[in-house]
């Protein structure tokens, strides 16, 4: 089945500064992968998604890449401010291998003013 | 804008007890999913249903857990037996009908088994 490997597992930025977190994902079959954001003791909520017939994704501050060569999809965050402070899932998923969502670790993300 | 509720927020419970946990997807959308997440970690899949059956489950989905759709607006997560280990952040999530699209998460249901 799908496997999802998120890094880092943990990010400290300056306000302003740009983040990065990177997935890779097993399963050739994926073809969407969105993003999560979960604050603590809250829901995810998505922020962006791509799927597997576009390279690159941008909303606002946010963007997504996506090599399906490589079977990996990175998300993009400029301009960092406080309140993108929060744990960031990446997730992939498959109409061939079913509809769940199988997600990566999580990275937490800290943006110091 | 319509989302995922779900009850209670917080359920405690000794282990071995049963425990239901309730889910009202959003009205027009047709895959329901459970999700758990235990404290710190990732979020993991349970179980999907569609057309009023399972439609893929996880290995953590074993005999002890089972999904209804009892009417035409809720879904339910049943644990028969509580263990310990089943303390966790439980989510349910919906999505409209396409294959592959945002699902929807409601707020969870922290569930402690002591």
Sequence with gaps: ?113 | EPEVTQTPSHQVTQMGQEVILRCVPISNHLYFYWYRQILGQKVEFLVSFYNNEISEKSEIFDDQFSVERPDGSNFTLKIRSTKLEDSAMYFCASKRGEVTGEQYFGPGTRLTVT
């Design chain 1, 1 to 113: 089945g799908e496997n999802v490997e998120q890094h880092p597992s943990t990010l400290s930025v300056q306000e302003g500064d740009s983040a990065v977190i990177k997935c890779t994902y097993s399963d050739s079959a994926s073809n969407y992968f969105p993003w999560y954001k979960q604050e603590l003791g809250k829901r995810p909520q998505l922020i962006i998604d791509i799927r597997s017939n576009v390279g690159e994704k941008k909303d606002q501050r946010i963007a997504v890449t996506l090599n399906k060569t490589a079977k990996h999809f990175s998300l993009h965050i400029t301009e960092t401010q406080p309140e993108d402070s929060a744990v960031y899932f990446c997730a992939a998923t498959s109409n061939q291998a079913g509809t769940a969502l199988i997600f990566g670790k999580g990275t937490t993300l800290s943006v110091s003013s």
